[in-house]
């Protein structure tokens, strides 16, 4: 989708119904993001100062991007997508630039959130795997994060896998300063998170997605395997309607049924 192209600004149609589980973190960015841009004067009135820097972290495919554009939508935001290594390899020698120029269009687009994608590419300890290319891009990163001051309405929400490997210097408060895990989802979470991605689709009325994210074939399955899940369960029963559906009556309706799941369970686990 065009969301996600490098740079791309615009309000994200992700919905927090399209999120599955993950409260307490919806809870936070509600307090952290959301209600602040609607209210305001409240915070000013009361000098309210919150951190404006967010790191999420966490195995792949849990949901961080997601839940980035949620926010961003939630709050009426822009939201500019950026991939932390592409600014290495796309803007070789000009990444620094790259940086500023970045920083610079998300106050021209305020209310924005600026979401860095494997940030830990850009954020790496200092000398070790990159250096000094990432040594200057990393100094840069921080200036422009420290501008905190003149980021009205700029909120920057890094994600990674990796958060190990990043320089602790960017977790400081008024930089990535506030830390929120996104987990591995467990036997609950699943069967919500099948349910949020149900959502625009045919399930059968017989089908108890909170049972099916229980079974032990859903262990250890991440938020994207399960969209891989219920995606095999859509083509299965797709396809049962392209081979039979010629011969049934025309009003017949065509769903998503529990034997679909159980085939795409096996053919994904
Ligand atoms: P990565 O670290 O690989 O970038 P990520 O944590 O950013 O992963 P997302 O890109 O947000 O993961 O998730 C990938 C896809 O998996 C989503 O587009 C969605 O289809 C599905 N998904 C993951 N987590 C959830 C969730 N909590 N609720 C609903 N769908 C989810």
């Avoid at 506030?178 to 149900?198: F, M, Q, S, T």
Wanted: with cysteine.
């Amino acid at each position: 989708p065009s969301s996600t192209r490098e740079g791309f600004t615009e309000i994200p149609n992700v919905k927090w119904e399209d999120v599955g589980g993950l409260d307490l973190l919806r809870k936070e960015f509600d307090r952290y993001i959301v209600s602040r841009l609607k209210h305001r004067e409240d915070y000013a009135e009361f000098g309210v100062d919150l951190e404006t820097g967010f790191l999420l972290y966490g195995p792949p495919g849990c949901g961080k991007t997601l839940i980035a554009k949620a926010v961003a939508n939630e709050a009426g935001a822009n939201f500019i997508h950026i991939k932390g290594p592409e600014i290495l390899n796309k803007y070789v020698g000009e990444s620094e630039l790259a940086i500023r120029t970045i920083f610079s269009r998300a106050r021209t687009c305020a209310p924005c959130i600026l979401f860095f994608d494997e940030v830990d590419a850009l954020t790496t300890t200092r000398g070790k795997e990159g250096g000094w290319v990432v040594e200057r891009l990393l100094n840069q990163l921080l200036i422009e994060l420290d501008g905190a001051g003149q980021r009205q309405g700029v909120f920057v929400i890094g994600a990674t896998n990796r958060p190990e490997v990043m320089d602790r210097a960017v977790l400081r408060p008024g930089r990535f300063g506030k830390l929120l895990y996104v987990p591995l989802p467990g036997p609950d979470e699943r069967g919500l998170i099948l349910k949020a991605l149900a959502r625009k689709k045919p399930i059968d009325e017989d089908v108890d997605l909170i049972d099916i994210g229980r079974k032990d074939a859903c262990e250890n399955l991440s938020g994207a395997d399960l969209a891989a899940v219920i995606n095999e369960a859509a083509m299965a029963a797709m396809e049962e309607k392209q081979m039979l559906g010629k011969d049934s009556y025309g009003t017949r309706t065509w769903t998503i049924k529990a034997g679909h799941f159980d085939l795409a369970l096996k053919k994904i686990s």
